[in-house]
């Protein structure tokens, strides 16, 4: 794999540094089951069976279908599994996010997540976003509260920029960042960089998202002397930018599960690294 091969979340998780987002496994607009309800558990089994030992998933993602598929897929779960999941979003109904990030929601959300995945205690539990209607502090410090209870075994972030992730920092321990990062949009660039230089894991999401013609012409120019997907350059180029990096591409289908398993053994050459360096933006 490009640089390490595996990252450590809070001292004590480590993982291969490639993970699963689960979101795409359920029904249109992130709403129900899919159709093939079977797929979705064949599609989560085989990460397994492919060595992927971190899945991301959220109560917001059907709601609640993807936490259920992964318990009925999964458990009981084997050793070295790291299951996150993420509180602080409602939905309406379809393609429909609401932020709610109340103390009494997030405690709720945090036990009906705790019952779904069929678990004492969630590995990694994220605030999916931060609620500007509540307190940061009330918001940050239900984490910590959940944390100190035994429910959460450590506290990530999602959707939040460098003096957000340092506010919380002053309250909990944060272990990761998800935010929306790739190879066309890197706005999130200073999140990442005082990640990698405080040991805490940045997990982009849309990682596989070129963000603009010119990052898929030059995504498609590298995949096409390579012979290979826009797809798997896009992962390679996020697995070799930063040692904190662990990219959780989504998929319904297995055949693109295994294609983005096999990105980790592709080496960026540093011309094709450097060109694709050349794109995005770094401005906060």
């Avoid at 490639?18 to 795409?24: A, D, I, T, Y």
């Avoid at 309800?37 to 917001?60: H, M, P, Q």
């Avoid at 109904?93 to 103390?103: F, L, M, N």
């Avoid at 949009?185 to 200073?190: C, G, I, M, Q, Y």
């Amino acid at each position: 794999m490009n640089r390490a091969s595996s990252i450590t979340i809070g001292n004590d998780l480590t993982v291969r540094r490639l993970g699963f987002g689960g979101m795409r496994l359920c029904g249109p607009g992130i709403w129900g089951w899919p159709a093939d309800r079977e797929n979705a558990l064949r599609v989560l089994r085989r990460a397994l069976e492919l060595g992927l030992k971190f899945i991301d998933t959220a109560d917001s993602y059907g709601p609640h279908v993807n936490e259920e598929q992964i318990a009925q897929a999964l458990h009981p779960y084997p050793s070295g599994l790291v299951i996150a999941t993420k509180g602080g979003l409602t939905r309406g109904g379809p393609g429909e996010w609401k932020r709610d990030c109340r103390p009494e929601h997030l405690q709720e959300a945090c036990e009906g997540s705790l019952r779904r995945l069929r678990v004492d205690r969630i590995d990694v539990y994220q605030l999916h976003a931060i609620d500007t209607e509540v307190p940061f502090e009330d918001q940050i410090g239900t984490m910590r509260e959940l944390r100190d209870a035994g429910k959460v075994r450590h506290v990530g972030l999602s959707n939040v920029d460098l003096d957000q992730l340092k506010r919380a920092q002053k309250i909990v321990e944060i272990v990761s960042v998800q935010n929306n990062y790739n190879v066309g949009n890197r706005t999130s660039e200073p999140v990442l960089e005082y990640c990698e230089a405080n040991g805490i894991a940045f997990i982009p999401y849309f990682p596989l998202d070129g963000g603009d013609l010119a990052a898929n012409q030059a995504l498609s120019s590298v995949a096409g002397r390579r012979n290979t997907t826009v797809w798997q350059i896009g992962l390679a180029w996020l697995l070799r930018h930063s040692p904190a990096m662990l990219p959780i591409p989504g998929t319904s289908s297995v055949a693109h599960l295994e294609e983005n398993v096999a990105a980790t053994g592709m080496a960026l050459d540093d011309d094709e690294y450097s060109q694709l360096c050349l794109l995005g933006g770094n401005e906060e």
